[in-house]
T-cell receptor
Framework: NAGVTQTPKFQVLKTGQSMTLQCAQDMNHEYMSWYRQDPGMGLRLIHYSVGAGITDQGEVPNGYNVSRSTTEDFPLRLLSAAPSQTSVYFC??????????????FGSGTRLTVV | SQKIEQNSEALNIQEGKTATLTCNYTNYSPAYLQWYRQDPGRGPVFLLLIRENEKEKRKERLKVTFDTTLKQSLFHITASQPADSATYLCALSNTGNQFYFGTGTSLTVIP
């Protein structure tokens, strides 16, 4: 099993550019989410989805869009990149009824730098 | 909003000793608390869960306590090994679906 796959691993953007971070899982997990991780701030939830066609905002959604057209994929779109969006982005997934006992499965992350 | 704090400074301990990491929270009443391990350049990996009605949970060399009165969880690694060196994150939830993460504590086990 590949688990949760994130692409790209590294990305440099110029301010104002847009891009999409890709996330795919092959475990048939209903729940998927995007976090950003910054020094001293911990993991902060950006957006999440409890199933195909259903998305909702997390703690820090501004500047990001998501959609969930299939169970497997949950892309994160940066609309107009800003230096404040420089961070490491993690995608995570789980079986909704098993999150408590088995936790989230995380991807290996995308390191994004906005200059 | 909820606030989750972990040891702000890195923890260095000698191999074979017990490492104790702290997770404190405020403005929150979680029913579930999880611990994760994160290695450099990798995503967090789930270790174990403790529920609000459980005082203590063990898994191999790991022990977690959950004190809802003190609003604190302690995470212990006994007989620590250099391979235990990593950052450890706590995560809390009152629903079991959405978990909120602490800032993490970096642990280094010195041979």
């Amino acid at each position: 099993n590949a688990g949760v796959t994130q692409t790209p691993k590294f990305q440099v953007l110029k301010t104002g550019q847009s891009m999409t971070l890709q996330c795919a899982q092959d475990m048939n997990h209903e729940y998927m989410s995007w976090y950003r991780q910054d020094p001293g701030m911990g993991l902060r939830l950006i957006h999440y989805s409890v199933g195909a066609g259903i998305t909702d905002q997390g703690e820090v959604p501004n500047g990001y869009n998501v959609s969930r057209s299939t169970t497997e994929d949950f892309p994160l779109r940066l609309l107009s990149a800003a230096p404040s969006q420089t961070s490491v982005y993690f995608c995570a997934s789980s079986y909704s009824l098993r999150t408590v006992n088995y936790g989230y499965t995380f991807g290996s992350g995308t390191r994004l730098t906005v200059v | 909003s909820q606030k989750i704090e972990q040891n702000s400074e890195a923890l260095n301990i000698q191999e074979g000793k017990t490492a104790t990491l702290t997770c404190n929270y405020t403005n929150y009443s979680p029913a579930y608390l999880q611990w994760y391990r994160q290695d450099p350049g990798r995503g967090p990996v789930f270790l174990l869960l403790i529920r609000e009605n459980e005082k203590e949970k063990r898994k191999e060399r790991l022990k977690v306590t959950f004190d809802t009165t003190l609003k604190q969880s302690l995470f212990h690694i006994t007989a620590s090994q250099p391979a235990d060196s990593a950052t450890y994150l706590c995560a809390l939830s009152n629903t079991g679906n959405q978990f909120y993460f602490g800032t993490g504590t970096s642990l280094t086990v010195i041979p």
